[in-house]
T-cell receptor, first 113, second 117 residues
């Protein structure tokens, strides 16, 4: 079955540094991969989508890479701020179920000032 | 932007009772909605796909008679947890895709924290 691993449960960094989160997947070849942000007690909020034929995608201070050979995506937040503290989830499509997504457990990022 | 509203945000019920959770797409029509469940420090687990006007599709291991899903209109899906037990206590989140393509992002409600005593 498909498996998604976000191999850091928690990441603590100082304000201004770049946060790098990792998402690895096995037994699957997704057409695209998405990243979401989830704050405590709230639903996830979409951040970025990257397709299998794209190597990199940027949005303001966010950057996502997608390596289909390594079966890995990296999510970067540059010039991190305390407001970036949240749990970040990567998600893959399940084409067999339409647009449903399966999610990793998430990495909880804490940015200290 | 597309908004998904979920109600209630929190509910506490006694064991054996039923609880209904509503999920509404406020500014778009959703023929398909998705129900997820999330336990503390765990990933969102897809429970079922709610289809407007037809039966829901349940994921393996999810009891369809316990988690009743009704998608009677293009803007409303409901999840009813029947005969709730303490192990059903969890965070339930609905989502919908306002886009046309299968690669459009999902929009999520803010979740319902269910506590069964």
């Amino acid at each position: 079955s498909q498996k998604i691993e976000q191999n850091s449960e928690a990441l603590n960094i100082q304000e201004g540094k770049t946060a790098t989160l990792t998402c690895n997947y096995t037994n699957y070849s997704p057409a695209y991969l998405q990243w979401y942000r989830q704050d405590p007690g709230r639903g996830p909020v979409f951040l970025l989508l990257i397709r299998e034929n794209e190597k990199e995608k940027r949005k303001e201070r966010l950057k996502v890479t997608f390596d289909t050979t390594l079966k890995q995506s990296l999510f970067h937040i540059t010039a991190s701020q305390p407001a970036d503290s949240a749990t970040y989830l990567c998600a893959l499509d399940i084409l067999q179920a339409g647009t449903a997504l399966i999610f990793g457990k998430g990495t909880t990022l804490s940015v200290s000032s | 932007g597309a908004v998904v509203s979920q109600h209630p945000s929190r509910v506490i019920c006694k064991s054996g009772t039923s609880v209904k959770i509503e999920c509404r797409s406020l500014d778009f029509q959703a023929t398909t909605m998705f129900w997820y469940r999330q336990f503390p420090k765990q990933s969102l687990m897809l429970m079922a796909t709610s289809n407007e006007g037809s039966k829901a599709t349940y994921e393996q291991g999810v009891e369809k008679d316990k988690f009743l899903i009704n998608h009677a209109s293009l803007t409303l899906s409901t999840l009813t947890v029947t005969s709730a037990h303490p192990e059903d206590s969890s965070f339930y989140i609905c989502s919908a895709n306002p886009g046309q393509g299968s690669n459009s992002p999902l929009h999520f409600g803010n979740g319902t924290r269910l506590t069964v005593t």
